[in-house]
Every structure is written in structure tokens, then in C-alpha cells.
């Protein structure tokens, strides 16, 4: 396993001396390329803000471009100006410093996408990949980045939207110390509990591989989307990012599956036709030994036990598999839900601990991804919440998930209740509740984005309101709930920063437009870095209500 060494961070103080490196001439939402849903939109929209420049200044699609990279978008996007017109060009797999040739393949609004087509002087802080798909795959973009300047390149991203989105000054977020140096990740590999791969009838290959012809079985391809294709799968041998026994189990299936004479086929998405959907693989650890358990979750268009018994055969033969499940999904979509579940092997969960929690973990459970980190994020949690020790706080766990945030302080608190839209997390809460005997827990299904007037009379006024949306951020109709219902503390864990920024703007300043103002300070912002060689970025913020909200 790769680590980063003990000195790697010395530079990223609380004083943040490493933002005199940076140029601060990218604007702030070039960043911000995935502030909603809608990236492509919402680059968009950020270069045309933040660029005057009349039309001729647009770069022509098939024009190519001498560039340099400056920084990188959120969802790692190398940020290029081109040279005396500083015109915004948005370059996939460009890193920092990097020299290099891209073709414009489309204008969207006042920027340009390239495509790289070579590099004259690579980035300067360059590193091999471990990896021999980093290149093509686009899931570790950043793997030949140093794992240093990734956590320079994310803490500076945090650090601008909350300027220029959150609209906290610079002075304010530095001098008081309000935003602490990223948390960086001890185990750079094989921090995965859970990865995703799909199987696919048609193999995606590299460009300096297209003289290569497969036909039949051959051409069946059992790994990752390749990036920009929802069709096409890049065969997968190996991930570095999850566990050594979960790539056993791989390379154990990669081994026979397409052998003509089990008659296996993968799905087609196109015709919808085929068999094989997806493979899920999900690490756990035995409460009694602490080894790792595996659970291998099948998921195909039909059920047809028969013709998966070679594959279970292959992998229960492995140690570490405790548990093989088919979901069957009969939908012409994309998803690795199924609407029936069968244990084909084993049992029909795996468990893990969390700060000293048990929790058991369904195919279909949400946990966090990176079990080692999750236990930093939410000690970190934790220490915002600042409980008085007591155990007379109330706790409202908004989007709460499988409930663990909220069960790792029910412990230290008279009453926590958690809301979440997904029925089988409510479920699988509940069943954490009860595995860990805790009482003092109630977990409610319900959408958060769809809240009326009657929201808030099921509970007491909460003293702590914990926050985790997922990438969208939260509904203003939520907001306008939280600034009425004036929570001493509010705890907002956030998976994008640009939304979380957004968020913090309006329960900070308010929104003068519409008449609605903000009621809370920003106290601490504590960006940790949960995924390695990934644009994704964790934040925890804490927000304190001010001495006199109106």
C-alpha cells in the first residue's frame, strides 16, 4: 500500500503559505464546473461571467492550441486561458504546469473544450502511474499528479469557491483561521469498500490499439465505462483502489466468464439483450477476526441461478467471499439496483465497524466508500458538534442515509432523528439501531427537497442539525426551514464543494433578493481529502447561530 510520507504536508499550515504559488487569475467558477447537476451548463455560465471578451476571440473547433494548464476544475479539468485573449479552455486529464498541444472539439457559450494531442513539457509535479489504465480509465484522473499538489489542487479549489461563491473574504477565511489545511488520506490504494464494474459487449480500446480486431466472446469487455461512452466498457484486470481479495475475485471471473461454453452473454444497452449487467464488490471485515469478508453481488436482466452457478463455484472457492447475491434488474437502464434479490451463496450481508459502531451491509446499502477515512470524517463530525456531555442535546440528522453519522452520537444525546428519501436506507438504519442496541434513535423517510409548513412538528427543536446532502446541495425550501428553525449548531458535511458553498452563502448572508437573511457564522471549514487520485472533495463545516439573528 502506497503512503504518503510524514513530511508531505508541512507546507499546508494554517496559514496557507502555499497560495502565493498559485496564480489567482482562473476565475472562480471554472472551478465550479459541477455547481448543479448540469456541468456542461454550468461551465457554461462560468466562463461567460467571468470573460468579456467579444466572439472573435473564440478558438474554432478543429483549431489546434499551444496551452499550459493553470489549475483544475472541480471535476478535474485542466483550466488553460489562451495566450493574449485570456479565453477559457477546459482540457480533460491536463494538469498544472503542464506544456501542451489540444485541438478544440466544441465551444459551448465564451469557452472551449480541447483535447489533448501531446504534451511538450509535462506538469511539474509529475509521477508514474501505478496504474496501467490511469491513462484511459476516468476514474483516478490525477494518478500521475503528485499526491501533494492533488491536495494542494483541492484545498485551493475549496478555498476559491468559498470566496467567490460562499462570499467569505479571503481575510476572513485565513486571519480567524476558519478554513483548516486539507486532511489528507494516509492510504493513497486499495481504500475502496465497495467498487462497481459492468460488463459490455462491445470492448473499448485505445486509439493505438484500434488495429486490434475482436470478434464474438473476444470483444465482450467486463470493467469500467470508458469515459464519454455509455456503450463501450474498458476491460478492468485490476483496480489498485479497492482491496487485494476483491481483486482476486476479479481476476477469478475474468478468467472463465467468456467461456463459449457457459453460455454467458453481457448486456447489450443498445438492443437490450443479454444476461450480465454489472458486478458489484464489496469488502467488509469479520466483527470476530478483523480479516476483510467479501460480499459479490451479480446483477443481471433475468434470474437464472443455473447459468450463474460456474461463477458462484469459482468465487466461493475464495476465502475471503462470505456472500454472493444476485440482483436481478429487468429495466433498460443503467442502474446495479435490482427489484429482487436472491443470496445465491453465503450470507445476505457483510458487516464493519465505524467508530465503534456495527454495521451490516446489504448489496444495495449506501456505507461510506473509504471506511478508514469515514472514521477521520466523522470524528471530525464529531468535534463540531461539540456535545456538552450530558446527554441532553436533541439531533436532527438531515439526509442521513444508513443512519451512521447519526448512530455514532446517539450514545452522547437524549433523542437524534434522521430523515432520509431512500426507503431501504430508513430500513437499514433502523436495523443499525437495533444491532448496536440503541433506542434513542427514530429514523423517518422522507424527501428533504419536497418539505411544507408541517415539516418540523414531529421533533423538538433540535440543538445540533447535521447536514450531508448529496452533490446538489440542499433545497432552498430546506434552507428557508433551517434559517426559520434557528438550531444553535449546524454541521454541514458536504461531497461538492461548489453547492456547499452556495449553501453556507445563503444560511450565512441570506438572500436579499428574495428578502430572506442569514442567521449563522461560519466557524471552522475542514476540507479532507476522502478520495485519492480522484477531483472528489469532503468538506465539514460548522456554523454557529449568531448572538442576535433576526
Known sequence: MATMPSHGLRHLSTTHPWLKTFRFTTSFASLASSFTEDSEQDESNSASSSNTKPSSYFPKRGQTLELVCESLAFKGKGLCKVADTGFIVLCDRALPGERFIGRVTRKKGNYAVVTKVKTTSPHRDFVDAPCEYASYCGGCKTQNLSYEAQLRAKEYQVHDLMIHIGKFSQLELESISIMKPIVPCDIQFHYRNKMEFSFGSEKWLPRESFVEKHEGNNNYALGLHAPGFFDKVL??????????????????????????????????????????????????????????????????????????????????????????????NTSVGNTSVGEVEYTLYGKPNITETLRGLTFQISANSFFQTNTRQAEVLYRLIEECADLRGDGSEIVLDLFCGTGTIGLTLAQRVKRVYGYEVVAQAISDARLNAKLNDIHNATFVQGDLNKIDESFGNNFPRPDIVISDPNRPGMHMKLIKFLLKLKAPRIVYVSCNPATCARDLDYLCHGLPEKNIRGCYKLKSLQPVDMFPHTPHIECVCLLELCDNPS
Open 235 to 328: 476491460n478492468v484486470n485490476k483496480c489498485l483502489l479497492q482491496s487485494e481479495p476483491a481483486n482476486m475475485v476479479l481476476a477469478a471471473i475474468q478468467d472463465c466468464w467468456r467461456d463459449a461454453d457457459l453460455g454467458l452473454c453481457p448486456y447489450n444497452v443498445r438492443s437490450h439483450i443479454g444476461f450480465l449487467k454489472h458486478l458489484m464488490l464489496r469488502t467488509g471485515r469479520n466483527l470476530k477476526t478483523g480479516l476483510p469478508e467479501l460480499m459479490v453481488n451479480f446483477v443481471t436482466s433475468s434470474y437464472k441461478p443455473e447459468l450463474l452457478k460456474p461463477l458462484v463455484e469459482r468465487v466461493s472457492a475464495i476465502p475471503e467471499v462470505v456472500s454472493v447475491m444476485n440482483n436481478v
